[in-house]
């Protein structure tokens, strides 16, 4: 019969395998990718979509092969400036695109003077990601439609505000009339509302819709622990495409009524929002332009009939920000917009991570700093564990005290294997042990540690935030390495050697909480069990630091715990005896 120590050492191992192959594996690959995507042009064709396209989603992108900088690029047509408190940018008068944008709050790096994050970029230079709506012509319509490239004019004057909308406006040669409307909150909302006007003697049918384009597969996108890609809720279902299987699976067409869908990377999302009563056809695509790929997700909305003198009107949204989740949570429910908390990649344990998430933040706001949350929460959940948590104490401390006896009958019956398991028993059931009894609260822990990694790894609100000392950035890897001296030699060591100062303490106490378990009876086991911190040191050494912190932290409030159970039973304290190993 196999005892505790198998299922514990299963899965100890399946987690350092698990982030063992990201760090070992993965993360190289990752980087190598990112050397040679680097070295690409980012350019862009100058020729329609295939007809095929252009019938279904009646987008013809204008893109050319050009190679200017950002600069460049904003003053190659006029722009209206945008000015908010989070957000700061232009849109294109050359087809009223928003493809200039900036989240002033959030920087590259944790320095506070570093560059804010650029989040758009305009459209015909290197990484172009911008958003259009526009309207597209039916058979006798064509000629009335929208062109994306079509020039607008301001009415009146003035930058894009929170207090101060801006409108535009564009004739063509039909003489059908375009008027827009665009606004933007405080946070990441653009409300975009169209009027067409049909002043001319023939009736027209027109259909809207909504694009946003990204050229160029961002550096971080081949990362399995997270979704970036292509995503959307539409009619209650949510459609997450990473960058890869787009391209392989090619174009990608969903029905729905309302609903949303975008560009989401690991903390920032741009997402179109159409009117949750319109009926449409939602399209995620890819294409090749030159050597770079481009992104696709459009929506083509219903027919529009505007006989002579008559005119419609449309509203849609645009967010383009940081996935904030209150953020999220408020624009799902004001826009009522479904599934839009999860452009946050929760992961599978989505019922635990964002509560997680929550007590997290709330403790938060009384204390002041993310770190101190974590142990707190820590606290709380060994709290909420404890009556199961005290239970596996004690049956390891039975299991410890029962030890010499058990080793005893195993040297006895060292050659009748089945009497030694039979006597075993006997013994567990004499003394009242139960051996699995210890694994159920590792097992139920497992998810919550997991829900944690999620929320440091993912959540916008852990993104720069300081703990103490030298950890400035709790969803990043702890910078203290012990072999440069913490930065004192001026070199950088490979990856799985960049180990800080928690990932030490990590492995350091899962070691003393570990001799104060009962040693598992094989020989082989026991050395395995004797090197296993030191592999979790160096297959978790690159987690976040947060992490690290929370699963030390853990461990010690483990260790006071089985210290006071071990005094209370009477069981002696030798936190460094070597295991007998019989043979």
């Not at 180990?499 to 094989?522: H, T």
Request: charged share 20%; with cysteine.
């Amino acid at each position: 019969m196999s005892d505790n120590r198998n299922l514990v050492l299963a899965v100890i191992l399946s987690i350092g395998v698990f982030v063992g192959w990201h760090f070992l594996v993965e993360r190289p690959r990752q980087l190598a990718m990112i050397a040679q995507r680097e070295a690409l042009q980012a350019v862009e064709a100058n020729k329609p979509a295939d007809a095929a396209s252009v019938a279904k989603t009646g987008i013809t992108p204008s893109l050319k092969p050009v190679e200017p900088s950002r600069d460049d690029m904003l003053t190659h047509a006029p722009r209206i400036a945008i000015e908010t408190p989070k957000v700061q940018g232009s849109i294109s008068l050359i087809g009223a695109r928003i493809d200039d944008l900036k989240l002033v709050n959030y920087r590259e790096t944790v320095d506070p003077k570093s560059p804010a994050i650029v989040l758009l970029n305009p459209k015909g230079g290197a990484n172009s990601y911008y958003a259009e709506f526009g309207w597209v012509g039916g058979g006798d319509s064509a000629n009335a439609a929208l062109e994306p490239d079509a020039a607008w004019t301001q009415v009146g004057t003035g930058d894009l505000t929170v207090d101060h909308p801006v409108s535009l406006r564009h004739v063509t040669a039909d003489g059908i009339v375009y008027t827009r409307t665009v606004a933007i909150d405080p946070d990441y909302l653009f409300t975009v509302t169209d009027k067409v006007e049909n002043p001319t003697d023939a009736a027209q049918t027109l259909f809207p819709y909504g694009r946003l384009a990204r050229l160029g597969t961002p550096p971080s996108s081949d990362n399995y622990l997270i979704f970036e890609g292509l995503i959307g809720a539409l009619d209650g279902h949510l459609d997450e495409i990473k960058y890869k299987d787009i391209i392989s699976q090619g174009r990608t067409e969903r029905k729905s009524t309302g609903g949303w869908l975008g560009v989401c990377d690991k903390y920032w999302l741009t997402a179109l929002m159409p009117a949750q009563d319109e009926v449409l056809t939602a399209t995620f695509n890819h294409a090749k332009i030159g050597a770079e790929d481009l992104y696709q997700t459009d929506f083509l909305g219903s027919a529009r009939q505007l006989a002579p003198g008559q005119s419609v009107e449309l509203t849609n949204h645009l967010f383009a920000g940081a996935k904030e989740i209150n953020v999220l949570d408020r624009y799902e429910s004001t826009q009522k917009v479904v599934l839009f908390d999860r452009a946050i990649d929760w992961g599978w344990f989505y019922f635990l991570t964002k509560p997680i998430f929550k007590g997290l933040d709330l403790i938060y706001g009384w204390v002041g700093n993310f770190g101190v949350s974590i142990l707190i929460l820590t606290v709380i959940v060994k709290v909420l564990f404890f009556p199961l948590a005290n239970r596996a104490a004690e049956s390891s401390t039975k299991m410890k005290k029962v030890q010499p006896e058990m080793q005893k009958l195993q040297e006895r019956y060292k050659d009748d294997r089945q009497k030694m398991q039979q006597e075993i028993m006997e013994l567990y059931q004499r003394e009242k042990v139960n051996p699995i009894s210890g694994c159920l609260p590792l097992l139920l822990q497992i998810p919550v540690f997991f829900s944690l990694y999620k929320v440091l790894y993912v959540s916008i609100e852990m993104r720069h935030a300081p703990f103490f000392g030298w950890i400035t950035d709790l969803s990043a890897p702890d910078p203290a390495w012990i072999i440069t001296g913490f930065g004192l030699l001026p070199f950088t060591p490979p990856e799985f050697l960049q180990l800080g100062v928690w990932p030490i303490l990590m492995g350091l106490s899962m070691f003393v909480l570990q001799r104060l378990q009962p040693a598992p009876g094989d020989p082989v086991q026991q050395r395995v069990l004797l090197f296993m911190p030191l592999i979790i040191i160096f297959t978790m050494g690159r987690v976040p630091s947060g992490l690290a912190i929370y699963w030390t932290w853990s461990n010690l409030l483990s260790l006071l715990q089985q210290i006071m159970i071990m005094r209370r039973m009477g069981v002696p304290i030798e936190f460094f005896n070597k295991a007998e190993a019989k043979s």
